[in-house]
C-alpha cells in the first residue's frame, strides 16, 4: 500500500474511534473503537501490512520520550502535593492490582500473560508499549495481542465502577451541601487558588518566542537528556521513566512551558504516531488467538478490580474518603484522561440542580479524579510497567 494512502487509512480508522466516543461520551472508548475496527479490518480488508507501509513505527518509537517529557509539564507539583491523599490511593490501587496479578493469576492464566498485563491494567498506552517492546524482543506475540486486547477493553470495566461510585458520593455531598446552607454558606466555595509554579529558576521565554520549533526544540533537548542521562546510569532506571521526570522537573524550573506540545501544535500528530505501536500487534491475532485470551482476559479484569477495591476501601477508612470515592479514584487507571474528565462533569451535572451546586461537586470531585488519572496513568503505570517488564 502507498505511504499515503496508509497514513489516510489510519487516520480514518482513529478519527472514528474519537467520533463514536464523542458521540457515546466516552462510554465507548477511541481506543476501543480503533482496535476493535483494526482487528476486524485486518481479518477481512486491510492489508497487514498497514503500519509497515505507512513508514511511521520508528518515529513512533523514537518520540515517546518526547511524549513522556509533555506529559510531565501537564500538572504541578503543587496539584499533587494538594491532592496527596488522592496519590497514595491512586498509586497504591495500582500497586495491588500489579501484586494480585502477578501472585494470583499467574498459576491460572501463566506468568507471562499476568505479568504482561501489569501494563495496561495500571494504565496507560506507554506502559502498554513497554510490555509490547519486551514481549517482541522475546517473539512473545501472544503477549503482545494479549496487552493490545486488555487496553482496548479496560475503559469498559473502568467507566462503568467510577461512574457509579461518583454518583453515590455526588448525592452525599449534595445533601450536607444544602444541610449548611448551599452557597450561602462561605464555609462551602471553594479558595481562590494561585496559578505560580513551584520552583523559577529560568527566565521565563516571552511569548513571541513561543514558536513551535523553539519549543520543539526545548522539549527534544530535555527528552534526549533523559536518554543520556538512563545510559549513564546503564539503564538502572527505564529511560522512558526519566523522561518523565525530567519533564516534571524542568518545567518546575521554568525551562519548559506547561502542555508543551500544545503550544507548538504538536501533541496531535505525536499522539497519532503513538497510536501506531498500540495497535501494531493486532495483525497477528487471528480469531482462534482471540478466542484463546477470552478466559485470561476476564480473569485479568476481575483480579484487577479486587486488588484495586480491597486497597481502595483500605486506604479510604484510613485516609478520610468514603469507600465510593477511595474506589472511582483506584480505578482511574482503567481509563485514565479524558474518561476522568468526562464522569466526573457529568455526574455534577446530574445529581446538581443549579449552577452552585454543580461548582461544588466539581471542585470536590474534578481535582481528585484528573489527579488520580495522572498519578496512575502518566506516572504510576510507567514506574510499574519498567518494573514488572523484568519478570517478563
Known amino acids: 500500500m502507498e505511504t499515503t494512502l496508509a497514513l489516510l487509512v489510519i487516520a480514518i480508522v482513529l478519527g472514528f474511534g474519537d467520533f463514536v466516543s464523542i458521540k457515546t461520551k466516552a462510554l465507548l472508548s477511541m481506543i476501543f473503537i480503533a482496535g476493535l475496527v483494526f482487528m476486524v479490518g485486518f481479518w477481512l480488508f486491510i492489508p497487514k501490512t ?15 520520550p518526547l511524549l513522556l517529557v509533555y506529559m510531565g509539564t501537564l500538572m504541578r507539583l503543587k496539584d499533587l502535593k494538594s491532592e496527596w491523599k488522592t496519590v497514595i490511593i491512586a498509586l497504591s490501587a495500582i500497586i495491588a492490582a500489579a501484586a494480585i496479578l502477578f501472585f494470583i493469576a499467574s498459576p491460572i492464566i501463566g ?28 517473539g512473545l506475540e501472544t503477549i503482545t ?9 479496560q475503559s469498559f470495566v473502568g467507566l462503568p465502577i467510577a461512574s457509579y461510585c461518583l454518583s453515590g458520593e455526588a448525592k452525599n455531598l449534595i445533601k450536607k451541601f444544602r444541610e449548611k446552607g448551599g452557597a450561602s454558606n462561605k464555609e462551602n466555595l471553594p479558595p481562590v487558588e494561585s496559578t505560580k509554579r513551584g ?62 506540545l500544545d503550544r507548538a501544535n504538536s501533541a496531535g500528530i505525536t499522539l497519532f504516531a503513538l497510536m501506531v505501536p498500540v495497535f501494531a500487534s493486532l495483525p497477528k491475532a487471528t480469531p482462534d488467538m482471540i478466542g484463546s485470551l477470552l478466559l ?34 483506584g480505578v482511574t487507571c482503567l481509563f485514565g484522561f479524558p474518561g476522568t474528565f468526562i464522569v466526573a462533569e457529568e455526574i455534577s451535572d446530574a445529581v446538581s440542580s443549579n449552577a452552585e451546586e454543580r461548582d461544588y461537586l466539581s471542585h ?26 523484568n519478570f517478563l
Open 145 to 153: 495481542v494479549f496487552v493490545t486486547m486488555l487496553l482496548v477493553l
Open 296 to 329: 485470561p482476559i476476564v480473569v485479568v479484569f476481575a483480579l484487577s478490580v479486587v486488588g484495586i477495591s480491597i486497597i481502595s476501601f483500605f486506604l479510604g477508612k484510613v485516609l478520610g474518603y468514603s469507600w465510593r470515592l477511595s474506589l472511582a479514584v
Open 50 to 64: 498497514l503500519f509497515q507501509d505507512a513508514h511511521i513505527i520508528d518515529f513512533a518509537y523514537a518520540i515517546i
Open 199 to 260: 520552583w523559577y529558576q529560568f527566565p521565563l521565554m516571552p511569548e513571541k518566542f513561543q514558536t513551535p520549533f523553539i519549543l520543539l526544540m526545548k522539549t527534544f533537548f530535555v527528552a534526549w537528556l533523559a536518554i543520556y542521562a538512563a545510559e549513564l546510569m546503564g539503564g538502572v532506571i527505564n529511560k522512558y521513566v526519566l523522561a518523565l521526570v525530567f519533564g516534571i522537573i524542568f518545567y518546575e524550573l521554568g525551562f519548559l512551558e506547561q502542555k508543551v
Open 364 to 389: 470536590i470531585i474534578l481535582p481528585k479524579m484528573l489527579v488520580g488519572g495522572f498519578s496512575t496513568v502518566t506516572i504510576g503505570s510507567v514506574f510499574v510497567a519498567s518494573f514488572m517488564v
Open 111 to 138: 506468568s507471562g500473560l499476568a505479568v504482561g498485563a501489569t501494563g495496561p491494567i495500571s494504565g496507560g498506552v506507554v506502559s502498554t508499549i513497554i510490555m509490547q517492546e519486551a514481549a517482541d524482543a522475546k
